[in-house]
């Protein structure tokens, strides 16, 4: 139980009366000084109720309320400023801790639903680029966090496999490509093939023409244009597995949009079965006006179906699969207004499961403050990005531990850490610029100073030989270690609030705060000076690796032990 919990619980066995113990709990405060205690309750509320001065009211309840879990309880002006028994609050979380381990935080909230994640989704034939990090590392985490609260994640990479850029790739192979070349260097050739097209297209309008005629074969399943859609998709899916398994992120599924071609007749005929069609210019559409929505554009007038038709056929096969609690789209924010008419025309076809699909957007990735595009060739590589964290990584390890034994497997989870880190530290809405020499540094709110906060309190249990006792009562008095044991009390809560929001980011923020104020104690206490609390102090610095580590992995990132 947490202290606010606490205080609510003793304030309300006297104000039942007149405040429920939820009323109570929105009216408590954090005090910013620690001078004024660890809760605080404001008597405004009881004014009306007691008909008498807030200062009044505090004071009476002060000398009403039970002190058995308080050092003491200090009245100013109309606060009751609660001081918590640090010692017996210590006791029990580091006691909780000690016996749960890394499962401290868990919930069953979820009762094992099925939670499917659109996450990653790049376009076959276009490297990964800086530009997809966001989605994969989200998704990723999103699927960690939401399973240490009781769900099943299920991590899709719903790939673009299909549509008019394998015509314009086909073009640009047939007219500028080479076997050889593409052999080589698959995805580097493809991206110039692609670029190449763009540019001739602005002056020969016709190459737009050629290219919706090959894909129209490869809709019609004709041999070569196949043979190539298949060809590029293979040697792409290669590529891809080279990044995923740096970043470690795997996918329980890879239906990209292919898989549903054969999948969107039924979603046309359910739409007609339900009178929800109407014509328009030719098209075919769903009339969205009721939820203050644009048309939702269904069928073109050649026949050719759209990306909402392939997301609804797409929302209705997960649907029918995993029974979903459910349903995840981590997906740009530019995308917000598709997935409004998505689910709109769901909602419409009767389907009431389509409130249980969520778009969670997020903000760019910026360099020197501009959007990063594939089409003009702009482009940040995430395999080059990874690879020159590593090296940076590796050459700051050398400079502050040369003989440490596995130096590569170590250099690789900073680096690769660092990149990740950096991302999910931001909240997921605001878009950042990202400069390589910050984000891998070993100082400030970065991945490595967590990590290398962890390994640090490793080598410190390491040293004392520390050996866990849950039988034992741990206590501590001082403040130092009240400030650390405060962050490790309220990871319950830190869970809670990231698995709610869909925002690793309040995963990745109390990582820094625990960080900061464990190297802040680290600093100021003599922990292994052998004296009666020597074991306690012992037993807040495991906690605290327990939680660096925990937080580290839920957010996908490694803990080292000594770096």
Same mark, same amino acid.
């Given at each position: ?45 009881? $004014? %009306? ?11 009476? !309840? ?11 309880? =200090? ?118 093939? @692609? ?88 098209? =075919? ?29 797409? $929302? ?13 789209? &981590? ?87 660092? /990149? ?53 009562? @741990? ?10 044991? %405060? ?5 319950? =809560? ?11 980011? &309040?995963?990745? %923020? ?25 074991? $306690? ?6 906690? /605290? ?9 839920? !957010?996908? !990132? ?6």
């Amino acid at each position: 139980m947490n202290n606010q919990n606490i205080v609510a619980k003793a304030i309300y066995d006297v104000v039942k009366e007149d405040l429920t113990l939820e009323q109570i709990l929105r009216f408590l405060e954090t005090p910013k000084s620690v001078d004024h205690g660890d809760v605080a309750f404001p008597a405004f509320g009881l $004014a %009306k109720a007691y008909r008498k001065a807030p200062q009044q009211i505090a004071q009476d !309840l002060a000398e009403k309320i039970d002190g058995a879990n308080f050092e003491k309880i =200090e009245v100013v002006g109309p606060y009751l400023n609660f001081f918590m028994d640090k010692g017996a609050v210590t006791q029990a979380v580091l006691g909780q801790v000690i016996k749960e381990k890394n499962h401290y935080g868990d919930a069953s909230i979820g009762n094992q639903g099925a939670v499917p994640i659109d996450m990653s989704s790049p376009n076959i034939a276009k490297p990964i680029s800086m530009g997809h990090l966001r989605s994969t590392v989200i998704g990723n985490s999103i699927g960690f966090i939401l399973e240490k609260i009781g769900y099943q994640p299920i991590r899709i990479n719903h790939l673009g496999d299909w549509g008019t850029q394998f015509g314009k790739l086909i073009v640009a192979y047939k007219k500028w490509g080479s076997e050889e070349a593409l052999q080589q260097e698959p995805i580097a050739e493809l991206l110039k093939l @692609y670029v190449r097209f763009h540019e001739e297209a602005e002056e020969n309008d016709a190459l737009n023409d050629e290219a919706r005629a090959w894909f129209k074969q490869l809709e019609e399943g004709e041999a070569e244009a196949m043979r190539l859609w298949k060809w590029f998709r293979d040697e792409s899916m290669k590529e891809f597995n080279k990044i995923y398994d740096m970043l470690e992120v795997s996918f329980d599924s890879l239906n990209g949009e292919a898989f549903y071609n054969d999948k969107m007749d039924e979603v046309v005929e359910l739409l007609e079965e339900k009178h929800l069609l109407s014509m328009s210019q030719g098209a =075919e559409i769903v009339d969205l006006t009721s939820y203050d929505l644009n048309p939702a554009l269904i069928r073109k007038s050649d026949g050719a179906t759209l990306y909402i038709t392939r997301d609804m056929a797409a $929302a209705l096969y997960r649907k029918r699969t995993y029974q979903f609690a459910k349903s995840l789209y &981590v997906v740009g924010n530019e995308q917000s207004y598709h997935f409004k008419q998505l689910k709109a025309v769901l909602l419409e076809m009767g389907f009431d499961w389509s409130n249980d699909m969520h778009h969670i957007p997020f903000g760019l990735i910026t360099k020197d403050g501009k959007k990063l595009s594939t089409r003009q060739g702009k482009i940040v590589l995430l395999e080059e990005v990874l690879n020159e964290a590593i090296a940076l990584a590796n050459k700051q390890i050398s400079e502050k531990n040369p003989d440490l034994e596995n130096k590569e497997e170590v250099a690789r989870q900073v680096g690769v850490g660092a /990149v990740i880190f950096h991302d999910l530290k931001n909240d997921r809405l605001n878009s950042f610029d990202f400069t390589l020499e910050e984000v891998v540094r070993f100082e400030g709110e970065t991945g490595p100073y967590v990590q290398y906060a962890h390994a640090r309190a490793m080598s410190i249990l390491t040293k004392a030989d520390f050996q866990l006792d849950e039988a034992k009562d @741990y206590r501590l008095n001082d403040e130092g270690s009240w400030e650390v044991l %405060k962050h490790i009390q309220r990871y319950p =809560e830190v869970i809670l609030q990231a698995a709610e929001k869909y925002e690793p980011s &309040v995963i990745a %923020k109390h990582a820094i705060k625990l960080a900061q104020v464990f190297n802040k104690y680290y600093a100021n206490t003599k922990i292994l000076v052998d004296d009666q609390e020597k074991e $306690a102090r012992l037993a807040l610095v495991y906690a /605290v690796t327990v939680l660096l580590k925990e937080d580290l992995r839920l !957010l996908g !990132l490694h803990a080292p032990e000594k770096m």
